[in-house]
């Protein structure tokens, strides 16, 4: 079982940022990619970034230029660093990893999510 705990959401005005945490925990294999999904009231949830284990990033066209992603392997933690922040950023922002577990199971795993709103 892993648990991604997210931290770093809040409340931020238009042109501020913001900075995401996501620590995964618990006993698997290896961690392979992680990322940041989105989603806002009204809509479904949509990809914001990715980065691979070797660190090969994948942004949204919409937060490309303004949010950069990376990742701490050694403590399975992925950050999101927000800048220039718009008000169609405000969503609930979840975590998600992909894992090889010790059965050699490739399995899904998502945080609970963190809030961000952005004022305008």
């Known amino acids: 079982q892993v648990s991604l705990v997210e931290s770093g959401g809040g409340l931020a005005q238009a042109g501020g940022s913001l900075r995401l945490s996501c620590a995964a925990s618990?006993?698997?294999?290896?961690?392979?990619?992680m990322g940041w999904y989105r989603q806002a009231p009204g809509k479904q949830r949509e990809l914001a970034a990715t980065?691979?284990?070797?660190?090969?990033?994948n942004y949204a066209d919409s937060v490309k230029g303004r949010f950069t992603i990376s990742r701490d392997s050694a403590k399975n933690t992925v950050y999101l660093e927000m800048n220039s922040l718009k008000p169609e950023d405000t969503a609930v922002y979840y975590c998600?990893?992909?894992?090889?577990?010790?059965?050699?199971?490739?399995?899904?795993?998502w945080g609970r999510g963190t809030q961000v709103t952005v004022s305008s």
């Open positions: 618990g006993v698997v294999l290896r961690v392979n990619d």
């Open positions: 998600n990893a992909k894992v090889l577990t010790l059965r050699l199971e490739s399995r899904d795993y």
């Open positions: 980065i691979t284990s070797a660190g090969i990033t």
